[in-house]
């Protein structure tokens, strides 16, 4: 596969998921290497009072430490965090994380719309959104912003996802760069991760 | 939905700091973005200048305002962990060198936290004899924290947490439901002082053994941060503690070397240096 709009001048990835995300994710986080340059912000729905057990989950399989970042601790490059249990997770001006305990969003906290539009927000153009299989629509929103901000848009393709309303929704409320598959989606970040040699 | 930029933040900032005297200047950007978005929606104003001039206007709508601006979203025994070391650790500590143990509970919110404390205490035979000051910029969630009334939907999460726990009782011998409504038994906090301070603009009015601030600070940024642990700091004896929610970090403030860790996964300190 062929992309077209990949160059060098990306800051940061956001990925989205839910229900049936889970599987994909590890797969994906296996072929991050360790030197992959930019931040990998996940936002993924997951129980709301279990505080462990989900980052070891992901960690057998990643080959990158996956941080679940404390209030107002700053991105740094290449490293992989995800939203913590029961928090939701925005992204501020000055490249750092905030925490909020605010209502539920799309009945999710951490929501997907948050990370997501706080990212677009920060990285505008500089910023690519990858929403994988789930089951409610949060992340569609937020995918909008992505794209109205210019930044570059990839979905899961919903033939592949366990459950496709989230893709689909946001495939309904904007334009979406790719629509790929796991497989797709690793070669994608590896055609990056050449980008920045 | 509209976009809502800097300038428009500063502008309604500006207006509450000069005729009101609350400063939202230093508030974490992305949160308080949402917050005006929400009550731009809620009010229906078609724009943020309609807003400002309301809040200019109507000092009674400003209230109105404290209380949508701030989160209360807010749990019993939230993270039940945290809750068994207060009980097993941290008050068996204060105890061996205070009579009494004085707690503040600094952006009370709707008090589930405040009975959460109260219950715990009860079940250690030591309310009586304990000080309990609960404080919030925001008096309507004042006027809900002393009325104790909380939704059933709610109290089956709080009851879970409490479980967690491992309190000695049922939570429901601490309350009563009427009309799908949950009442609290309102001898737990008949001693509990409920004031209003704000922690960015108020002063540091009295000194205690632990001081709660958990997921309050989140929603201000790093310089406003700073400003209010210095006071927390001056607001705890030495040897007292200051417990934070479990994703804030004392890590990067000026003032962390004025404190130890005691317990790092619940985010509790131990004051060392005044």
């Given at each position: 596969m062929k992309?077209?709009d990949?160059?060098n001048?990306?800051?940061a990835?956001?990925?989205?998921?839910?229900a049936?995300?889970?599987?994909?994710?590890?797969?994906?986080?296996?072929?991050?290497?360790e030197d992959?340059p930019?931040?990998?912000?996940?936002?993924?729905h997951?129980?709301?009072h279990v505080?462990n057990?989900f980052?070891?989950a992901?960690a057998?399989k990643?080959i990158?430490e996956v941080?679940?970042?404390?209030?107002?601790?700053s991105i740094?490059?290449?490293k992989v965090?995800l939203a913590?249990a029961n928090?939701?997770?925005?992204?501020?001006l000055?490249?750092?994380?905030?925490l909020?305990t605010?209502d539920m969003?799309n009945n999710?906290r951490?929501?997907?719309?948050?990370?997501?539009?706080?990212?677009a927000?920060?990285?505008?153009n500089?910023l690519?959104?990858?929403?994988l299989?789930?089951?409610?629509?949060d992340?569609a929103l937020?995918?909008k912003?992505?794209k109205d901000n210019?930044?570059?848009t990839i979905?899961?393709?919903p033939a592949?996802c366990?459950?496709?309303?989230m893709?689909?929704?946001?495939?309904d409320?904007t334009?979406?760069d790719y629509?790929?598959?796991?497989?797709?989606?690793?070669q994608?970040?590896?055609?990056?991760?050449k980008?920045?040699k | 939905?509209?976009e809502?930029?800097?300038?428009?933040?500063r502008?309604?900032t500006?207006?509450?700091?000069?005729?009101y005297g609350y400063?939202?200047?230093n508030?974490?950007i992305s949160s308080?973005?949402r917050r005006i978005?929400?009550i731009l929606?809620?009010?229906?104003f078609?724009s943020?200048?309609?807003?400002a001039?309301?809040?200019?206007d109507d000092?009674?709508?400003?209230?109105?305002?404290?209380?949508?601006?701030?989160?209360?979203?807010?749990?019993?025994?939230?993270d039940?962990?945290?809750?068994?070391?207060?009980?097993?650790?941290?008050?068996?500590?204060?105890?061996l060198?205070h009579k009494k143990?004085?707690?503040?509970?600094a952006?009370c919110?709707?008090g589930e936290?405040?009975?959460?404390?109260?219950?715990?205490?009860k079940?250690m035979g030591?309310?009586?004899?304990?000080k309990?000051i609960a404080?919030d910029i925001d008096?309507q969630?004042l006027?809900?924290a002393?009325?104790g009334?909380?939704?059933?939907?709610?109290?089956e999460l709080?009851?879970?947490?409490?479980?967690?726990?491992?309190?000695e009782?049922e939570?429901n011998?601490?309350?009563e439901?009427?009309?799908?409504l949950?009442?609290m038994d309102?001898s737990?906090v008949?001693?509990?002082?409920?004031?209003?301070?704000?922690?960015v603009k108020?002063?540091?009015?009295?000194?205690?053994d632990?001081?709660?601030c958990?997921?309050?600070?989140?929603y201000?940024n790093q310089?406003?941060?700073n400003?209010?642990l210095k006071?927390l700091?001056e607001?705890?004896f030495k040897?007292?503690?200051?417990a934070?929610?479990s994703?804030e970090?004392?890590?990067?403030?000026?003032?962390?070397n004025?404190?130890?860790?005691v317990?790092?996964e619940?985010k509790?300190?131990?004051?060392?240096?005044?």
């Amino acid at each position: 596969m062929k992309f077209p709009d990949l160059n060098n001048t990306f800051k940061a990835i956001v990925i989205g998921g839910s229900a049936g995300s889970f599987q994909g994710i590890t797969r994906i986080l296996a072929q991050v290497p360790e030197d992959f340059p930019l931040p990998i912000i996940m936002c993924l729905h997951r129980l709301k009072h279990v505080r462990n057990g989900f980052i070891e989950a992901l960690a057998i399989k990643s080959i990158k430490e996956v941080i679940e970042p404390f209030d107002k601790e700053s991105i740094k490059r290449g490293k992989v965090y995800l939203a913590p249990a029961n928090y939701h997770l925005s992204v501020e001006l000055g490249h750092y994380f905030s925490l909020s305990t605010e209502d539920m969003v799309n009945n999710s906290r951490p929501s997907i719309d948050i990370t997501l539009e706080t990212a677009a927000f920060t990285y505008k153009n500089k910023l690519i959104g990858i929403l994988l299989s789930g089951a409610n629509k949060d992340g569609a929103l937020g995918m909008k912003k992505i794209k109205d901000n210019g930044g570059l848009t990839i979905v899961q393709d919903p033939a592949e996802c366990m459950i496709d309303t989230m893709p689909v929704a946001a495939l309904d409320i904007t334009q979406i760069d790719y629509t790929l598959g796991i497989e797709n989606i690793i070669q994608f970040l590896s055609e990056i991760h050449k980008l920045y040699k | 939905m509209q976009e809502i930029h800097i300038v428009d933040l500063r502008k309604i900032t500006e207006i509450i700091k000069t005729k009101y005297g609350y400063d939202f200047t230093n508030y974490a950007i992305s949160s308080f973005k949402r917050r005006i978005l929400r009550i731009l929606e809620l009010y229906k104003f078609n724009s943020v200048d309609a807003l400002a001039k309301k809040i200019s206007d109507d000092p009674a709508f400003f209230e109105e305002f404290i209380s949508e601006i701030t989160v209360n979203v807010t749990e019993m025994f939230r993270d039940p962990s945290f809750w068994r070391i207060i009980r097993d650790k941290i008050i068996p500590n204060i105890l061996l060198n205070h009579k009494k143990v004085s707690i503040w509970h600094a952006g009370c919110s709707s008090g589930e936290e405040v009975y959460s404390m109260a219950i715990l205490l009860k079940e250690m035979g030591i309310l009586e004899d304990s000080k309990i000051i609960a404080t919030d910029i925001d008096d309507q969630i004042l006027e809900r924290a002393r009325s104790g009334v909380y939704t059933v939907k709610n109290m089956e999460l709080n009851e879970k947490n409490y479980v967690r726990f491992r309190g000695e009782n049922e939570l429901n011998k601490y309350f009563e439901v009427k009309n799908g409504l949950a009442y609290m038994d309102k001898s737990l906090v008949k001693d509990v002082s409920y004031r209003r301070h704000d922690l960015v603009k108020g002063i540091v009015f009295n000194k205690f053994d632990i001081v709660l601030c958990r997921n309050v600070m989140i929603y201000f940024n790093q310089n406003l941060q700073n400003d209010v642990l210095k006071k927390l700091h001056e607001s705890i004896f030495k040897y007292g503690y200051l417990a934070i929610g479990s994703k804030e970090s004392l890590i990067w403030c000026e003032i962390a070397n004025k404190f130890i860790v005691v317990n790092n996964e619940e985010k509790i300190y131990k004051k060392i240096k005044e």
